[in-house]
């Protein structure tokens, strides 16, 4: 069976569901807690013989030997006895909840759909391409507010193509949702390196990756979604649930690829005695942090600079407000220039993401050690939003919508890149800046455009300003004399409305 059949099959079985009112975010969840527990039995028979990590009173054949109310409240103790053990059936099934509301169709999951596939025999290109797919139908579902946790996996191919990670690498993604970045490095190191050691294949199934994901609900996604990827094992799931911009967790890593959440400002809502709420900013405040601010993306800047170790490598999806705004943006725009090499920022165009109307760009950046003069020489810059325009159905992002950029990142030695902007060819997109240019400019704003907008091309041939107001005048007056005459022949009925 390939990937398009599977999530064809396991879409069908949401259709019968959301009659039953069960949302796509609710079958995805349901979906994630039976599959572990089927490719947990799974590695208990022949050839793998493990010893399952779920207790024998919660294992899988005591679903499928069981039937109507019997077997639904089986089902809700279940989930409520795992979610209470440690590690990772503390991840899967922590707050786990029975979303069914029919024992009929929980059965027809259970039997029908999850029963009669060998999920632990499928290649990892299906089964991983096939839930993949169910959260990408779930992500455009805007009601289930589940697209805040989905970037475009064209942009994630892209920016992993340009980082190019190794095999004895560690990656970090701060702030995995449902581990897009991780995976998609995995399949890039497998890909580019055919021919891994034993032990580079078990560090990148079991030491390579970390995800931290602040909610528990996408958590439990991301470790199924790695876990059908072919990383982490049943009894070991490299993501963790905390909020990541607490503390400095002591680790660092040779790569970290983020998107992190939109939303410019933390806060905390507080009830108050007479049922008044109030929203108090969540100022972060870490010795290890260039500034100190409430805004959410520069933090995870900041924070993101410290994960990285010495001569380490950084893409990160930003919104523009980082690329321009003062005060502790300002400071840790000059600091980011000066203390790491920041060399590469691709603007991207709008439509590209499930949260509406986001102007974002994604920066690139390796870390340094402590230096008087500044590590940044060069920032190139390629302008993917001018001209560009993307929709989520009708006309999504592609990957080749981003070979040039990557073939002007130059992955292989981008220290030999050369720019297709010149006073003769005005139209290209890849420009560099020098870091005196970058530095020189207002509150060292990175928000630069140099492409002629197509769709302002016609104001060129619009009337000067004062011609216009002229002319706005003019139909004023007209339309007043009009009016005028309208209440002259009304006589003085017309009196009141002429004033």
């Known amino acids: 069976m390939n990937a398009s059949t599977l999530v064809q099959k396991l879409w069908n079985y949401c259709n019968v569901l959301r009659d039953d009112g069960m949302g796509y975010g609710d079958y995805v969840e349901q979906l994630t807690f039976l599959l572990f527990l089927k490719m947990a ?15 024998a009173a919660y294992a899988w054949p005591t679903l499928v030997a069981q039937d109507g109310d019997e077997l639904f409240d089986h089902y809700r103790h279940v989930l409520e006895a795992l979610g209470q053990q440690k590690g990772t059936l503390g991840l899967i099934f922590g707050k786990a909840q029975n979303k069914f509301q029919d024992p009929a169709k929980l059965r027809r999951v259970i039997v029908d759909l999850i029963d009669k596939e060998n999920w632990s025999a499928l290649g990892v290109d299906v089964k991983g391409d096939a839930y993949e797919g169910l959260l990408e139908k779930n992500a455009q579902d805007l009601k289930s ?17 340009c980082i190019a990670p190794k095999p004895d690498e560690y990656v970090c993604d701060p702030a995995c949702g449902t581990g897009g970045f991780l995976f998609t490095a995995y399949n890039y190191v497998i890909a580019h390196h055919p021919n891994l050691t034993r032990a580079q294949k078990q560090h990148l199934r079991e030491g390579a990756f970390t995800g931290v994901e602040l909610v528990q609900a996408t958590a439990r996604v991301c470790a199924m979604n790695l876990l059908l990827h072919g990383i982490g094992s049943e009894t070991s799931v490299p993501v963790q649930v905390t909020d990541a911009l607490a503390s400095d967790p002591g680790a660092r890593y040779d790569v970290v690829l983020a998107n992190p959440p939109f939303g410019k400002k933390s806060s905390t809502m507080i009830v108050g005695e007479d049922g008044r709420t109030t929203s108090e900013k969540e100022i972060i405040e870490r010795d290890d942090f260039w500034a100190t601010t409430s805004n959410k993306q520069l933090n995870f800047v900041q924070h993101i600079k410290t994960l990285l170790d010495i001569h380490g490598r950084a893409a990160v999806v930003v919104p523009d407000n980082v690329l321009f705004e003062g005060g502790a943006g300002e400071t840790i725009r000059r600091k980011l220039l000066h203390e790491c090499e920041l060399h590469t920022l691709l603007r991207l165009p709008t439509g590209l993401f499930y949260a509406q109307g986001v102007k974002a760009n994604v920066l690139f950046f390796d870390k340094k050690p402590a230096s008087e003069t500044p590590w940044t020489k060069t920032l190139w810059i390629y302008d993917l939003r001018t001209n560009q325009h993307f929709t989520l159905k009708t006309d999504p992002l592609k990957r080749e919508d981003l070979d040039e950029f990557v073939a002007c990142y130059h992955p292989a030695n981008r220290h030999a890149r050369t720019p297709t902007w010149s006073t ?37 041939n619009l009337p000067a300003p004062e011609v216009i107001a002229q002319e706005i005048v003019d139909d004023l007056e007209a339309a007043l004399e009009q009016f005028r005459l309208i209440a002259a022949d009304l006589g003085g009925r017309g009196s009141a409305l002429e004033d």
Do not use: C, N
Not at 41 to 55: G, H, L, M
Not at 428 to 449: M, N, P, T, V
């Open 145 to 161: 507010g589940a697209g805040q946790y989905f970037t475009p996996r064209a942009l994630i191919q892209a920016m992993v193509d």
């Open 424 to 460: 003769d060819t005005p139209d290209g997109r890849w420009r560099a800046y020098r870091y005196d240019e970058l530095i020189a400019r207002d509150k060292a704003s990175l928000d630069i455009f140099w492409l002629r907008d197509d769709s302002l091309a016609e104001s060129d």
């Open 41 to 55: 039995d799974e590695r208990t028979q022949p050839p793998y013989r493990q010893k399952s990590i779920v207790p």
